[in-house]
T-cell receptor, first 115, second 106 residues
Framework: GAVVSQHPSWVICKSGTSVKIECRSL??????MFWYRQFPKQSLMLMAT?????????EQGVEKDKFLINHASLTLSTLTVTSAHPEDSSFYIC???????????FGEGSRLTVL | GIQVEQSPPDLILQEGANSTLRCNFS?????LQWFHQNPWGQLINLFY???GTKQNGRLSATTVATERYSLLYISSSQTTDSGVYFC????????FGTGTRLTIIP
């Protein structure tokens, strides 16, 4: 299957700082990537769709100015949590699909803790 | 948006038992996938199954698209099968179900 990699796996930051998470497709090109968020003991919720070369599309209730998404190449999308607060602490996970089947593959996830 | 319900929410079984997990969804979709989320949070792809039946070792899955449900079968359960199982449905982007937490007791 296709490989999607995220970095960092864990990040702890102080309230008010910004954190960047990278999502890479290692063995395929992805014009579209998806960012999800998962709170403890809950399901995954789609935050936004990242489109290479254009603006991201955000789901209802997700602040685009707080969660900045950049998809500058066919293998890299980044999510920046700006001015992070403790309520932003969560597990963030990205996904991408190969063009032939539409099957989605997920990265390892990034666990953010805001103190 | 599309609604995805999974049942049961929790399942505790003895090692060696068989189990059936169900996923109901509210609208027609082109993509349905089953995942196992391991203790570290990583999603392991189990099946890409928008319709039909597939088998992979002790696991198999069946999707009846016309009736909007999918079933995941786990036979001869092992302790390593423990974790949360999600189905996710949609077209280009996926909506996740509520999950089934499976615990296999030695």
């Amino acid at each position: 299957g296709a490989v999607v990699s995220q970095h960092p796996s864990w990040v702890i930051c102080k309230s008010g700082t910004s954190v960047k998470i990278e999502c890479r497709s290692l063995d395929f090109q992805a014009t579209t990537m998806f960012w999800y968020r998962q709170f403890p003991k809950q399901s995954l919720m789609l935050m936004a769709t990242s489109n290479e070369g254009s603006k991201a599309t955000y789901e209802q209730g997700v602040e685009k100015d707080k969660f900045l998404i950049n998809h500058a190449s066919l293998t890299l999308s980044t999510l920046t949590v700006t001015s992070a607060h403790p309520e932003d602490s969560s597990f963030y996970i990205c996904s991408a699909s190969t063009s032939n089947t539409g099957e989605l593959f997920f990265g390892e996830g990034s666990r953010l803790t805001v103190l | 948006g599309i609604q995805v319900e999974q049942s049961p929410p929790d399942l505790i079984l003895q090692e060696g038992a068989n189990s059936t997990l169900r996923c109901n969804f509210s609208d027609s979709v082109n993509n349905l996938q089953w995942f196992h989320q391991n203790p570290w949070g990583q999603l392991i792809n189990l099946f890409y199954i928008p319709s039909g039946t597939k088998q992979n070792g002790r696991l198999s899955a069946t999707t009846v698209a016309t009736e909007r449900y999918s079933l995941l079968y786990i036979s001869s359960s092992q302790t390593t099968d423990s974790g949360v199982y999600f189905c996710a449905v949609g077209d280009e982007k996926l909506t996740f179900g509520t999950g089934t937490r499976l615990t296999i007791i030695p």
